[in-house]
């Protein structure tokens, strides 16, 4: 008779236990993602990178470029305070040229406005270049017809000429240097899978013999496309996000981003031919970052000898 409530109560307590265990492991992801959101999301990094390529011009050696990627400024909240932190540090780098490589919003066009004076504030005395994403071209709505679509395109392409940023649609410009001159490449977004194919790189960088700075939003591009037309080249990317969450120790790095893309942030080459692939700045769906902040990109382009 004495055995049964002795059964009983480890039963009991075992019950408590899992009971305990569960609550506190639902406490540690709601502070995890409460850190996420209000902190994660905040923390604007510097990822520094110097790169070395044998047939770099002479008269650049030392360039350095300023990348960031997907602002997807409808889902920053109080949105002018962080921006004006994040143009703030990227003038502080003392950049030639800043690129931002698409997704600027999430949808619309009116999620620029009231951010003109801010982004205007950059400087980048060679130039500063832009790119659409998947996220600007408005392929996740419907729309009452497709002049709608369009003019979302349109003022969106305006809002980022407004910042004094050029818009690269399937096109070329130049930096100058005395003697040497650099080709920015600008390519429309092109995706695998489910994603829409507006990019054309072999007319965006027809009759360029040029070392060249290639802007794809998507970095599934560079592999698949743009090696074979510009192979002198670096290519800048988002996209990824690097999920939004991942960790880094000490070289290794891990995000499940990594089951989806081959390339799905920092840098990689092929041949004579890089790629570096930004987290990017603002949010999708989970209006956080784990592990993975907001990136500002500084590259440093100099001349290296065989």
Same mark, same amino acid.
């Given at each position: 008779?004495m055995?049964?409530?002795?059964?009983?109560?480890?039963?009991?307590?075992?019950?408590?236990?899992?009971?305990?265990?569960?609550?506190?492991?639902?406490?540690?992801?709601?502070?995890?993602?409460? =850190?996420?959101?209000? =902190?994660?999301?905040?923390?604007? !990094?510097?990822?520094?990178?110097m790169?070395?390529? %044998?047939?770099?011009?002479?008269?650049?050696?030392?360039?350095k470029i300023?990348?960031?990627?997907?602002?997807?400024?409808?889902?920053?909240?109080?949105k002018?305070?962080?921006?004006?932190?994040?143009? %703030?540090?990227?003038?502080?780098?003392?950049?030639?040229?800043?690129?931002?490589?698409?997704?600027?919003?999430?949808?619309?066009?009116?999620?620029?406005q009231?951010v003109d004076?801010i982004?205007?504030?950059?400087d980048?005395?060679?130039?500063?270049?832009?790119?659409?994403?998947?996220?600007?071209?408005?392929?996740?709505?419907?729309w009452?017809?497709?002049?709608?679509?369009?003019?979302?395109i349109?003022?969106?392409?305006?809002?980022?000429?407004?910042?004094g940023?050029?818009?690269?649609?399937?096109?070329?410009?130049?930096?100058?240097?005395?003697l040497?001159?650099?080709?920015?490449?600008?390519?429309? %977004?092109? *995706?695998?899978?489910? =994603?829409?194919?507006y990019?054309?790189?072999?007319k965006?960088?027809y *009759?360029?013999?040029?070392?060249?700075?290639?802007?794809?939003?998507?970095?599934?591009y560079?592999? !698949?496309?743009?090696?074979?037309?510009?192979?002198?080249?670096?290519?800048?990317?988002?996209?990824?996000?690097? =999920?939004q969450?991942?960790?880094?120790?000490?070289?290794?790095?891990?995000?499940?981003?990594?089951?989806?893309?081959?390339?799905?942030?920092?840098?990689? !080459?092929?041949?004579?031919?890089?790629?570096?692939?930004?987290?990017?700045?603002?949010?999708? *769906?989970?209006?956080?970052?784990?592990?993975?902040?907001?990136?500002?990109?500084?590259?440093?382009?100099k001349?290296?000898?065989?």
């Open positions: 008779m055995s049964v409530p002795l059964i009983f109560s480890k039963s009991n307590n075992l019950l408590n236990l899992r009971k305990y265990v569960s609550v506190f492991a639902l406490f540690l992801v709601f502070l995890v993602l409460f =850190f996420g959101i209000f =902190f994660g999301s905040r923390h604007i !990094s510097v990822t520094n990178k790169i070395f390529i %044998n047939k770099f011009p002479e008269n650049f050696n030392g360039l300023v990348h960031i990627s997907d602002l997807h400024l409808g889902g920053i909240w109080n002018k305070y962080f921006l004006t932190k994040l143009v %703030n540090k990227i003038n502080s780098l003392n950049s030639d040229v800043v690129v931002i490589t698409g997704d600027i919003v999430n949808q619309y066009y009116q999620e620029m009231g004076t982004f205007k504030k950059i980048a005395p060679l130039g500063k270049f832009a790119v659409l994403g998947n996220h600007d071209f408005g392929d996740y709505i419907v009452k017809c497709p002049k709608e679509k369009e003019k979302n349109k003022y969106i392409v305006k809002g980022l000429s407004d910042w940023f050029k818009v690269l649609r399937n096109e070329h410009s130049f930096i100058v240097n005395g040497d001159s650099i080709a920015i490449v600008g390519v429309d %977004n092109w *995706g695998e899978r489910s =994603f829409k194919q990019g054309d790189i072999e965006a960088s *009759g360029i013999k040029n070392f060249s700075i290639v802007l794809s939003h998507d970095p599934t560079w592999e !698949s496309n743009i090696i074979r037309y510009v192979p002198n080249s670096i290519t800048l990317s988002g996209h990824t996000h690097a =999920f969450f991942g960790f880094c120790c000490y070289n290794y790095c891990w995000s499940p981003i990594k089951w989806f893309y081959k390339q799905w942030w920092g840098l990689y !080459s092929k041949n004579v031919s890089f790629l570096y692939v930004n987290r990017g700045i603002g949010m999708v *769906g989970f209006l956080g970052r784990i592990g993975m902040w907001p990136e500002i990109t500084l590259l440093e382009l001349k290296g000898y065989e």
